[in-house]
């Protein structure tokens, strides 16, 4: 079946450290990709997204790549800050019509100290 | 416009009792999904709604059921509580047709089953 499977976190960087989260995912055909973003008390904030191969999403500074001959989803980030702190989830979507759901990975904790 | 709003924030109810969380979606929006998050399990999908029908259906036990009225609101309901329904219950609506470009969640309903 789909799944998307995250690296374990927490994942602890100091401010301004360059930021990778490693996603990779199972799917037949060709879901579309998602990362969201989980503030503590809160629910989840979509942060960028790419629904087909190559494609590029970015936001806030973060960026991840839908790479098909990898089936991975990696999201970046170039120099974080201490307002980065959060749950990051990568998830896909899949089917149409009465099949389509979004499916998540575990989350990944990031701590970003000052 | 508004984001999708979710009650209540918190509920605290004993083991044995039942009930209903409600969930208006983005103005727009007929498309709207519930989803439970627990550390254990992580995100799981309960359902989805359009057009007042049920449209998909995660693998949750019959004491999990929802709704949704003509105007796309929608409530869940959880009957003979258990203390492992202890979890953040969230909502998720989408345009129905773009569907793969992603969910907008809203802050979740807090349950904790005493």
């Known amino acids: 079946g789909n799944s998307v499977t995250q690296m374990e976190g927490p994942v602890t960087l100091s401010e301004e450290a360059f930021l990778t989260i490693n996603c990779t995912y199972t799917a037949t055909g060709y879901p579309s990709l998602f990362w969201y973003v989980q503030y503590p008390g809160e629910g989840l904030q979509l942060l960028l997204k790419?629904?087909?191969?190559?494609d590029k999403g970015s936001n806030k500074g973060f960026e991840a790549t839908y790479r098909k001959e990898t089936t991975s989803f990696h999201l970046e980030k170039g120099s974080v800050q201490v307002s980065d702190s959060a749950v990051y989830f990568c998830?896909?979507?899949?089917?149409?019509?009465?099949?389509?759901?979004?499916?998540f990975g575990q989350g990944t904790t990031l701590q970003v100290k000052p | 416009k508004a984001g999708v709003t979710q009650t209540p924030r918190y509920l605290i109810k004993t083991r044995g009792q039942q009930v209903t969380l409600s969930c208006s979606p983005i103005?727009?929006?007929?498309?709207v999904s519930w989803y439970q998050q627990t550390p254990g399990q992580g995100l799981q999908f309960l359902f989805e709604?359009?057009?007042?029908?049920?449209?998909n259906k995660g693998n949750f036990p019959g004491r999990f059921s929802g709704r949704q009225f003509s105007n796309s609101r929608s409530e869940m309901n959880v009957s003979t509580l258990e203390l492992g329904d202890s979890a953040l219950y969230l909502c998720a609506s989408s345009l129905d047709r773009n569907r793969n470009y992603g969910y907008t969640f809203g802050s979740g309903t807090r349950l904790t089953v005493v």
């Open positions: 998830a896909l979507y899949h089917g149409s019509g009465n099949t389509g759901k979004l499916i």
């Open positions: 103005s727009g929006h007929r498309s």
């Open positions: 790419a629904t087909k191969a190559d």
């Open positions: 709604y359009f057009s007042e029908t049920q449209r």
